[in-house]
C-alpha cells in the first residue's frame, strides 16, 4: 500500500533569509506585473484593431496643425473645431497650442472610434466574400483581384494572434432547400437502388420541409444573429462531451514524429528540447504574438481554439463532461510518468525563468533515475490509475467523485489537473510507424492521461509522440504547436551537438531549481478493483484495434496535379475505388473540413460519395469503358468533391445544419423522425486530410536536404464498427503518408488488405493516365 512507505521525495530546501524571502516577494510581484502589462497591451491592440495608436496620434497632430494655421482652405473646419473647444469648458488663458491639442484629442478620439467600427465592419463584410475559393491563384477574375487588395488595404498591419477575431464573419444559415437537395444527392447511391427506401426518404425530405422544417430554420437565424456561431457550443456539447463512451479510439487521436530520422538518440536529450519549444510556442500564445495563420498570405483562421491547447483536463461528468482550464499563475509544471510512477516537474525556477533545455534534461535525468529506484515498491494497479481515463465516462465520473475528492488523491488529481501537459518516458522501443501510432491512441497500459490537453511520449531511441483530447480543439491547433518544434529541429536550431547531446548553456548556474516531487495514490479496495476492470477493458478495446500505417511512394501530389485534379479530391476517389474493390459496394463517407474562415469556426463534413464518384467507380471496374472516358469521369468527380470541399468551409454545408436543427427540434419537444435517421447512418468510411505546413517558415518538404525529416501526421480510430478510418498527409510531390484504421472483431474488415488495395489502386490509376 502506498500508505504504508515513504513514498513521495521531498526535496530539501534549506532556511531562506529575510532578504531571500523579500526578493522571492519582490519577483513574484515584478511577473505579476510583466503578465498584467501584456494582458493590458493585448486587450488594447486588439480592441483598436485594424487600426493602431500611430492612427489616433496621426489623426490628432493633423487636427492640432489645422487649428493653429490659419489658412483660408482650412478655415470651415477651424470653425468647427473651435465651436467644439468652446463646448468643451477649457479654462480660459490657456495657450492658443494647448487649447488646440485638447479640443483635437478629443475630437481625433471621437474619429478614431468611427475609424475603428468602419474598418472593422468593411473588413468583416469582405471575408464574407467566398468567390476567392472557386478560383484558382494563378487565375483570378479581377474582382476578387480588387477584393484582394481591399482586404489588404483595410487590414492592419502586423495582426496578434487575437487580432483578427473581431474582423472574421459570423457563419450563415445555409438555405433550407438547398441543405436537403444536397442530403437528397450525397444519399442517393446509396439508396438509389431500394426504389421502396429512396422514394420514403424523399417524401420524408419533403415534408419536413413543409412542415418542421420552417419553424426550425427561422430558430436557427435567430441564434445565429446572436451568437458568435450558430453550432459550435452545440457541436462541443452534444458531439464531444455528452459523448459517453471510452476517449481512446473513440475520441483521442495520436501524431507521429518523423519518420525515419530523430535528431537525438538521447531520449531525455531529445524530448528536453521538445518540451522547451512547446513552452517557446505557450510564451508568445500567452503573449500574443505568435502570427495568426493567413490563407494566402490574405484571409485571416479564427484562432480560437489556441486558447485552451495547454493547462485543460476534461472532467468527466455522468451526462456530460466539463472542460477546466488553468492560468498561467497556477500552471507552471506538467506531469511525468515514468515506469507508472508520477512526477509534478516545474518548468520555471525559483525567478519565473523558463529553463533551458539542458536543465530539463537534468530534471527529467533526475526522475528516471528516481523512478528506477522506486517503480519495484509500486503495485501495479498504483502504476496504472490512468487506466481509470479510458473507460465509459459515466463510470470514471462515479469513481473521480468517490475516490479522488479527497486527501492524497485529491491533492495528486489537481497537480495532474493544473500540469501545463503530461509527458510519459517510456522504457521500451516500438520500431514501426504501427507500433508506435497504436501505442500513442491507446495499446500503452495505462501510462497516458486521456483527459488532459495532451499527452507527450518519449521513447528510449529518441523517438517521440502526441496523444491529444479532440473537445477542447482540432488536430489542425496541436499539428501546429508539433510543427514548430519540428521545423526547428530540421533547420537545426535546437542545439544538439554530433552525438545527440544539448549543448550546455552558460547561464544554467544562474537558475534556481526545484527539484520534482514525486507523488502517490491511495489504492482502497473498491479503487484497486475498479482500477483492474478500466485496464481489462482499455486493453480489450486495445487489442480489438487494427491499425497500419504505410507511405505511398510511387508519386506524391506533383504527379495528382499532372492530371488536373486536385490532390485531396484524387486521393478521396482512390478511396472510393478501394473500398468498393474490398467490400463489393459503396459506403457513406466522411471528410472532415474546416470552417474556420467564419469565428469560432471548427469542422464540416465533407460527402465524398456521390453519384459523379459512383460512375467513376463502374467505369474503371469495367474494362470496356475507353480510358479517356474514364478519365473524364474521374475529373468530373474530383471536381464534384472539390466544389462540395469549398462549400463545406464557405458554411454551406450538409451536416452542421441538421445537426443544429435537431438540437432545436429536441429543445422544443419535436419528434422528427427525419431528422434522426438522416444523422444517424453511419459513416462506414471516416476520412481526414492532415495539414502539412502551417507555419511560412517551414522548410520546403520538395527538398532533397529536408525529405528525411517529414511527419507522418497521425490518425484515429474507426467512427464505425464496420468500416474504416482513414488519415492521410500529402507531404510534397513524392509522397503520401496512410494510417488505415479498423476493429479486429468486425468480419469483413482488415486495415493490412485495405492498405495493400489502395496502394494497388494508386498504381492502377497512374496506368489509366499512361500513355499506350
Not at 457550443?233 to 525515419?260: A, C, F, M, T
Not at 474514364?630 to 464534384?640: D, G, K, S
Not at 450538409?654 to 429536441?666: E, M
Amino acid at each position: 500500500m502506498a500508505e504504508a512507505r515513504c513514498a513521495v521525495h521531498e526535496p530539501s530546501v534549506p532556511h531562506a533569509s529575510e532578504e531571500e524571502y523579500q526578493r522571492n516577494i519582490y519577483n513574484e510581484w515584478r511577473r505579476s506585473l510583466v503578465r498584467r502589462f501584456y494582458r493590458t497591451r493585448n486587450l488594447l491592440y486588439n480592441g483598436m484593431w485594424p487600426t493602431s495608436i500611430w492612427n489616433l496620434a496621426a489623426m490628432v497632430v493633423i487636427l492640432t496643425i489645422t487649428m493653429v494655421t490659419d489658412t483660408q482652405l482650412m478655415k470651415p473646419v477651424n470653425e468647427r473645431l473651435w465651436k467644439v473647444q468652446h463646448m468643451l469648458y477649457i479654462p480660459k488663458g490657456l495657450p492658443l497650442v494647448v487649447n488646440a491639442v485638447i479640443t483635437s484629442c478629443v475630437v481625433g478620439f471621437w474619429f478614431f472610434l468611427i475609424k475603428i467600427y468602419v474598418r472593422r465592419y468593411l473588413l468583416r463584410g469582405l471575408l464574407s466574400y467566398r468567390g476567392w475559393m472557386y478560383e484558382q491563384p494563378k487565375t483570378q477574375s479581377f474582382s476578387t483581384l480588387i477584393w484582394g487588395i481591399l482586404v489588404k488595404l483595410i487590414s492592419g498591419y502586423s495582426p496578434k494572434l487575437y487580432s483578427c477575431q473581431s474582423s472574421l464573419a459570423r457563419m450563415p444559415v445555409p438555405a433550407l432547400r438547398d441543405t436537403l437537395s444536397k442530403l437528397l444527392d450525397s444519399l442517393e447511391p446509396l439508396y438509389g437502388e431500394d426504389i421502396g427506401k429512396w422514394n420514403k426518404l424523399k417524401q420524408d425530405a419533403a415534408d419536413f420541409e413543409r412542415g418542421y422544417g420552417p419553424k426550425l430554420q427561422r430558430i436557427l437565424v435567430l441564434k445565429s444573429w446572436w451568437c458568435n456561431n450558430y453550432v459550435t457550443d452545440w457541436w462541443e456539447k452534444y458531439v464531444y462531451l455528452s459523448s459517453r463512451g471510452p476517449l481512446p479510439i473513440n475520441s483521442n487521436y495520436y501524431i507521429l514524429d518523423q519518420e525515419h530520422w530523430t535528431p537525438s538518440p538521447i531520449q531525455t536529450a531529445r524530448i528536453s528540447s521538445t518540451v522547451y519549444n512547446l513552452l517557446k510556442f505557450k510564451q508568445l500564445r500567452d503573449r500574443e504574438t505568435l502570427k495568426p495563420l493567413l490563407i494566402r498570405n490574405t484571409i485571416p483562421v479564427c484562432m480560437a481554439q489556441y486558447e485552451k491547447m495547454f493547462s485543460t483536463t476534461r472532467i468527466p461528468g455522468e451526462e456530460c463532461d466539463t472542460l477546466l482550464t488553468h492560468n498561467s499563475t497556477v500552471s507552471k509544471h506538467i506531469a511525468v510518468f515514468r515506469k507508472g510512477v508520477l512526477y509534478r516537474c516545474e518548468m520555471y525556477d525559483k525567478n519565473g525563468r523558463l529553463l533551458t533545455p539542458t536543465l530539463i534534461q537534468k530534471q527529467l535525468d533526475w526522475i528516471i533515475n528516481d523512478a528506477d529506484k522506486h517503480a519495484d515498491s509500486y503495485s501495479r494497479e498504483e502504476k496504472t490509475v490512468a487506466s481509470l481515463t479510458g473507460q465509459e465516462r459515466a463510470k470514471w465520473c462515479k469513481i473521480r467523485d468517490r475516490h479522488f475528492s479527497e486527501g492524497v488523491n485529491r491533492e495528486t488529481m489537481d497537480m495532474i489537473e493544473k500540469a501545463m501537459f503530461c509527458l510519459t518516458l517510456e522504457t521500451e522501443i516500438y520500431e514501426t510507424m504501427s507500433e508506435r501510432g497504436q501505442y500513442l491512441l491507446c495499446k500503452n497500459d495505462g501510462k497516458l492521461w486521456y483527459d488532459k490537453c495532451f499527452n507527450l511520449v518519449s521513447f528510449p531511441d529518441g523517438r517521440m509522440g502526441c496523444n491529444s483530447e479532440h473537445s477542447y480543439a482540432d488536430a489542425p491547433i496541436i499539428a501546429h504547436l508539433l510543427e514548430y518544434n519540428y521545423t526547428a529541429e530540421a533547420l537545426d536550431q535546437c542545439g544538439f551537438q554530433k552525438d545527440g547531446s544539448l549543448t550546455p548553456d552558460p547561464e544554467d548556474s544562474q537558475y534556481i531549481l526545484s527539484l520534482p516531487t514525486r507523488h502517490i495514490w491511495e489504492i482502497t479496495p473498491d479503487l484497486r478493483t475498479a482500477i483492474v476492470e478500466a485496464g481489462k477493458l482499455c486493453q480489450t478495446n486495445a487489442d480489438d484495434l487494427d491499425l497500419c500505417l504505410r507511405e505511398l511512394t510511387v508519386y506524391g501530389k506533383g504527379f495528382m496535379k499532372s492530371c488536373k485534379v486536385s490532390p485531396d479530391a484524387f486521393i478521396q476517389m482512390a478511396l472510393q475505388l478501394t473500398y468498393y474493390k474490398n467490400a463489393g459496394k459503396f459506403a457513406l463517407t466522411y471528410e472532415s473540413s474546416m470552417t474556420r474562415l467564419y469565428l469560432q469556426g471548427r469542422t464540416e463534413t465533407v460527402r465524398s460519395l456521390s453519384n459523379d464518384s459512383v460512375a467513376f467507380v463502374k467505369a474503371f471496374l469495367d474494362k470496356s469503358v475507353p480510358k479517356a472516358t474514364t478519365i473524364n469521369l474521374l475529373r468530373r468527380a474530383c471536381n464534384r468533391h472539390q466544389d462540395a470541399y469549398r462549400d463545406a468551409m464557405s458554411g454551406q454545408g450538409i451536416d452542421r445544419h441538421l445537426f443544429a436543427l435537431y438540437v432545436i427540434s429536441k429543445g422544443m419537444g419535436y419528434d422528427c423522425e427525419f431528422l434522426k435517421e438522416a444523422l444517424t447512418i453511419p459513416w462506414t468510411l471516416s476520412t481526414s486530410q492532415q495539414p502539412q505546413q502551417q507555419i511560412a517558415t517551414s522548410p520546403d518538404c520538395n527538398l532533397p536536404q529536408y525529405r528525411h525529416a517529414l511527419c507522418p501526421g497521425g490518425g484515429f480510430g474507426p467512427v464505425s464498427d464496420d468500416g474504416y478510418g482513414v488519415s492521410y498527409m500529402i507531404p510534397g510531390d513524392h509522397k503520401v503518408f496512410f494510417h488505415v484504421s479498423s476493429k479486429r472483431s468486425t468480419p469483413g474488415t482488415d486495415s493490412v488488405k485495405f492498405m495493400d488495395q489502395l496502394f494497388e489502386t494508386f498504381v492502377e490509376l497512374k496506368e489509366l493516365f499512361s500513355k499506350d
